[in-house]
């Protein structure tokens, strides 16, 4: 994708502490989409990284990658291992969300060891907005987790992979080493280099903690679809608005939908560029 005439920065790095989903005898990878600002601050600019949607791709972000390129950021868009376009999809990458804030902490390791950090903003969209949340201090509850396991609780089906909860169960039998693995999505996850988050139309909202959604030190705006039976307000959107305490925001229109953030039309590209430059603004106000 190209933002302001300049095509990305593309490259593909390799976490050492968690495997391929794939071969888990090789490291997980994460591949990034960086652009640098035109005229960086001194010392280092401020930072921006960007978490796609379910089964997205940090190439497909430019409407909020673009205007927070042009207030002067730097940002990173990502593609989430097993939850992207790009590679192909794998269960884990839908279902075990609290990988995904990892692979952002992980990103931002690697940039601190090439050059300082400015401040550091997350950004992100529908389980991205989850991502972003979860670096300030949102967990998931494991108990939760364990009963749609279990199938006490439903899950919604995916459109981006039908059959994702029977193919996890196949990889993970309902046994202790899945509670295992489920124990480790309740960790504090939050980095605290990210200063400030913004959600659009987030998702996870029913599975996250009102206990630890209250222990968000960070200003989160939020940017909900008045029409999105994907991530329902109600059950998506408003507990992170109202457990949050530094949480505000508003709704991006009574009749946009959840796809019209990626579907593709002139009207949908106007919320679409209305709510990046509302992304940039909010970071200017928080980032410096």
Not at 222 to 229: F, P, Q, S, V
Not at 233 to 244: A, G, K, N, Q, S
Request: net charge negative.
């Amino acid at each position: 994708m190209t933002i302001s005439g300049r095509q990305p920065l593309i490259r593909v790095l390799y976490d050492d502490s968690r495997g391929d989903l794939r071969d888990p005898a090789r490291p997980r990878p994460v591949r990034i989409y960086q652009w640098e600002p035109d005229r960086p601050p001194a010392p280092a600019a401020p930072l921006v990284v960007v978490s796609h949607g379910t089964g997205g791709s940090g190439s497909s972000m430019e409407w909020l990658v673009g205007p927070l390129h042009e207030a002067g950021f730097r940002v990173v868009a990502l593609d989430h291992h097993g939850n992207n376009f790009v590679d192909g999809y794998e269960p884990e990458g839908f279902l075990h969300v609290w990988e995904r804030p990892r692979d952002v902490s992980f990103v931002l390791d690697v940039l601190a060891r090439e050059q300082p950090l400015g401040p550091v903003g997350a950004a992100g969209f529908s389980l991205g907005g989850y991502t972003a949340a979860a670096l300030a201090g949102a967990r998931v509850d494991p108990q939760i987790l364990w009963a749609v396991m279990a199938g006490t609780v439903p899950l919604p089906e995916i459109p981006e992979f039908p059959g994702a909860l029977e193919a996890l169960r196949k990889k993970y039998p309902l046994d202790e080493s899945l509670r295992h693995v489920l124990d480790g999505a309740g960790a504090d996850l939050s980095d605290p280099r990210v200063r400030a988050v913004f959600q659009v139309a987030p998702g996870v909202g029913g599975l996250v903690t009102r206990e630890s959604l209250a222990t968000v030190r960070v200003p989160v705006g939020i940017r909900w679809c008045g029409a999105d039976t994907v991530n329902p307000y109600e059950v998506d959107t408003r507990p992170y608005l109202d457990h949050i305490p530094g949480a505000s925001g508003c709704s991006a229109g009574p009749d946009v939908r959840h796809e019209d953030f990626f579907l593709p039309g002139p009207a949908k590209s106007a919320v679409r560029v209305r709510v990046g430059r509302e992304a940039a603004a909010f970071f200017e106000q928080h980032l410096g």
